[in-house]
């Protein structure tokens, strides 16, 4: 807990990767030309079929898991264009033009409000259930204008 609050200097939300499909083929892109470079292939992209799927993936390991999958994609290629049959098998085996989405997660504000709600307003006990620190958890209140009185 020391350690955590000692790198814990600034806090930076990010939404997950399947909340920013309009970053997917900037970070793919990225990503094919640090392959085609480290490793001396010629890829030059993917095929639309390859990056529409990737794009409809939910993308459960974020951009770990989009940087894999690429690299994946790198060893199986046998042209200049990574296919859809070049990507991991979740990904081939999706069924064709169908979204892969997972059933989303509560957003942020909904967690707190359900830790709040358990915890009968108990601003510490929520804070505890959440992982985080009171101070934390007051400025999200604040952030998300959740009236707590209401919850409780």
């Known amino acids: 807990e020391d350690f955590y609050y000692r790198i814990r200097v600034f806090e930076i939300n990010l939404p997950p990767l399947r909340d920013r499909v309009e970053d997917i083929p900037l970070l793919i892109d990225a990503l094919v030309a640090e392959f085609a470079r480290t490793r001396g ?14 794009c409809h993936y939910s993308w459960p390991g974020n951009v770990r898991e989009l940087r894999n999958a690429i690299e994946h994609g790198f060893v199986t290629v046998r042209g200049d264009r990574i296919t859809l049959e070049d990507l991991p098998p979740e990904l081939r085996e999706a069924e064709a033009g169908a979204p892969v989405r997972r059933q989303q997660e509560p957003s942020e504000r ?5 830790a ?13 259930t959440l992982g985080i620190s009171r101070v934390t958890l007051w400025k999200k209140i604040a952030k998300y204008e959740i009236d707590v009185d209401a919850i409780a």
Request: zero cysteines; charged letters at 30%; aromatic letters at 0%.
């Open 41 to 54: 292939k010629p890829v030059h992209g993917l095929t639309g079929n390859a990056l529409e799927r990737l």
């Open 110 to 114: 909904d967690r707190i409000v359900s």
């Open 116 to 128: 709040l709600r358990h915890s009968q307003g108990n601003r510490t006990r929520a804070a505890e």
